[in-house]
């Protein structure tokens, strides 16, 4: 069974694009301002999105080709979800490859969100707003991230 794929020409060099991903102002501008970040190999990601979080291992950092990590812990709130701890044990590869002068061909793999999952449309649906997300800070150093206010405001 596939798992989620996807792939993102960005307009912005590989080492900005690295930057994105393993630096605290990057996945803060793209993903999630409620963040806590570490920046080394083993260490730890917390990203909470209201009342729904990932915790994730930091499993390699490749500078400017590629970032891996594992998902270690999560707690998705959705009312329709049986298990709501499904990215456990799922790994999130960001493959980096330069394709010219300030351009990045993003090649985006959730390895283990296959579609047998129940949060498999919440979460595609997720990863198709914030690697746009993630482009769009790379290109102009403004995201689209969640915002701690869009949790007061549900």
């Not at 900005?16 to 990601?45: F, K, P």
């Amino acid at each position: 069974m596939n798992h989620y794929q996807k792939s993102l020409d960005i307009a912005a060099d590989a080492a900005t694009v690295y930057a994105a991903l393993t630096t605290a102002e990057g996945l803060r501008g793209w993903w999630s301002r409620d963040s806590d970040v570490d920046t080394q190999v083993g260490g730890e990601l917390q990203f909470r999105f209201g009342r729904n979080r990932k915790v994730l291992r930091i499993d390699r950092l490749e500078p400017a080709s590629e970032v891996r990590w594992s998902c270690t812990d999560c707690y998705m709130a959705a009312a329709h979800l049986n298990r709501r701890d499904e990215w456990i044990g799922t790994q999130i590869v960001f493959r980096l490859f330069a394709t010219g002068e300030k351009r990045t061909r993003l090649e985006f793999e959730h390895i283990g969100l296959v579609p047998t999952l129940e949060c498999y449309d919440l979460c595609q649906d997720g990863w198709d707003y914030f690697l746009p997300s993630l482009q769009a800070f790379a290109q102009t150093g403004r995201g689209t991230p969640f915002e701690i206010a869009q949790a007061c405001a549900a």
